[in-house]
């Protein structure tokens, strides 16, 4: 099956910067857009960031001039950077990948990590 692990979160001050990161393992044919999502308590997980395997990109408003994604197709690996962070970026950040095998795609879902912004 298909692994994907974050990593990067923790703590920061309201102003600074943490980049999170996610890579996929295992089996598949191709990774076609690569995600991140968040959710803080007692609200819905919301898309923060999208990136296309072509390097296509989409921003939630909220995040849109702070935050970069990116990947590096050859390591299967996506980032988030976060700059001029906010106690409102606070929640558990998701990966998500839209995954092919030889005949269908499939939605994976990292296990979160943990960003809390607080001073």
């Known amino acids: 099956q298909v692994q994907l692990v974050e990593s990067g979160g923790g703590l920061v001050q309201p102003g600074g910067s943490l980049s999170v990161s996610c890579i996929a393992s295992?089996?598949?044919?191709?990774?076609?857009?690569m995600d991140w999502y968040r959710q803080a308590p007692g609200k819905q997980r919301e898309l923060v960031a999208a990136i296309t395997s072509g390097g296509s990109t989409n921003y939630a408003d909220s995040v849109k001039g702070r935050f970069t994604i990116s990947r590096d197709n050859a390591k299967n690996t996506v980032y988030l950077q976060m700059k001029s962070l906010k106690p409102e970026d606070t929640a558990v950040y998701y990966c998500?990948?839209?995954?092919?095998?030889?005949?269908?795609?499939?939605?994976?879902w990292g296990q979160g990590t943990q960003v809390t912004v607080s001073s």
């Open positions: 295992g089996s598949f044919f191709r990774i076609s857009t």
């Open positions: 998500h990948a839209i995954i092919w095998d030889w005949r269908v795609s499939q939605g994976y």
